[in-house]
Structure formats: structure tokens, C-alpha cells
């Protein structure tokens, strides 16, 4: 026999190698878990804000009889602006817009934005945003499209840009 005179390992360095062990599964598994986690708080945030966005928005714009009080000003290849009359009619604080204008020139769009608003629920207020053609290249204006912007995270803002007002340029009246 080959093995008769062989010793084992010890009882106390097997116990110490089945801790070390069952440590180091347990961590692993624990930052595998983690990172799973990680993930999906990412993307239920992500979720979350999206759904804030289709849920607490909601926009009302003043209108005389069937026909919306909406104007335009065009000037191009300088820009222009459009002013409407809006309540928010939803259940959160909207920060500003981004109105976004697009053309039929070689640009096909351009944007400004105004964070600084804080349009309160319930509040009726006339918003008057005005755009710039930078590049003069933006053509005749064919559709305006306000987008509400609210606080997301702490220090992020977030475009509901589901949430936006679209209006041709066509159903618009000049001011």
C-alpha cells in the first residue's frame, strides 16, 4: 500500500480552506448581484422619469371658441418666435421649454430653450419663445414643437419630449 504512511490535512486547515472558500463564493456572487442591481436601478430611473413625464404633464392652451390663441413670427433667415397662452393642467412643476422649429431649408431644425420659467401647477402664463437661424439656413418654418422640461435628478433636467405641443405652421395665426 502507497498510502499507509501518508498524513491528511489537518482538521483545522481544512476548516480554514472551507472558510476561505465560502468566502470568496460569497463575494463573488455578492458583486454579481450588485451589479445586476446597478443596473436596473439605472434603468428603473430611466423609467421612472419617462413615465413622470406621460403621468404629471399636461398642458391646456387658451383658446376662444375652437380655435387655439397661438401666433408666429417668422423672420428669415433671422429667426422668429411664438407666443401662446398655456395652463398646466398637470399634477407637477414644469422648469421651462425647449421649443424646437422645424424648416424646410437645409437645416432642418432649430432649437431654444428657457429653464428658468418654474411654471407652477395651475398656473396660466403667456409663453413667448423666440429661435435663431444661425446659419440662415432654416428655411420657411413648417412645424413648432414645445417641449416641456422638468427637475429630474438633482442637477438633471429632463425633456418630455412626449409631452410635446406640435403645431404646423400653416394652423397658426401671425402676430
Known amino acids: 500500500m502507497i498510502f499507509k504512511y501518508k498524513r491528511g490535512v489537518s482538521p483545522i486547515i481544512a476548516a480554514v480552506l472551507l472558510v476561505v472558500i465560502t468566502i470568496a463564493i460569497g463575494a463573488t456572487t455578492m458583486a454579481f448581484i450588485r451589479s445586476l442591481s446597478d443596473q436596473n436601478l439605472a434603468t428603473a430611473e430611466e423609467k421612472s422619469t419617462r413615465i413622470r413625464c406621460g403621468t404629471d404633464i399636461s398642458l391646456d392652451v387658451l383658446a376662444i371658441g375652437n380655435a387655439y390663441k397661438i401666433c ?5 433667415p433671422n429667426g ?16 421651462g ?3 424646437i422649429v422645424l424648416g424646410n431649408g437645409t437645416d432642418e431644425f432649430t432649437t431654444s430653450e428657457n429653464k428658468t420659467m418654474n411654471f407652477q401647477v395651475n398656473e396660466l402664463k403667456k409663453i413667448n419663445m423666440s429661435y ?3 446659419g440662415g439656413n432654416l428655411g420657411d418654418a413648417q412645424e413648432y414643437k414645445l417641449e416641456p422640461i422638468i427637475q429630474g435628478t438633482p ?13 404646423l405652421s400653416e394652423a397658426l395665426y401671425d402676430c
Do not use: H
Open 132 to 134: 435663431t437661424d444661425p
Open 97 to 99: 421649454f425647449r421649443l
Open 80 to 95: 422668429g418666435y411664438i407666443e401662446l397662452t398655456l395652463q398646466n393642467i398637470g399634477s407637477t412643476t414644469i422648469k
Open 72 to 76: 408666429k413670427f417668422d423672420d428669415p
Open 155 to 167: 442637477g438633471q433636467d429632463v425633456y418630455c419630449s412626449d409631452s410635446a405641443l406640435s403645431y
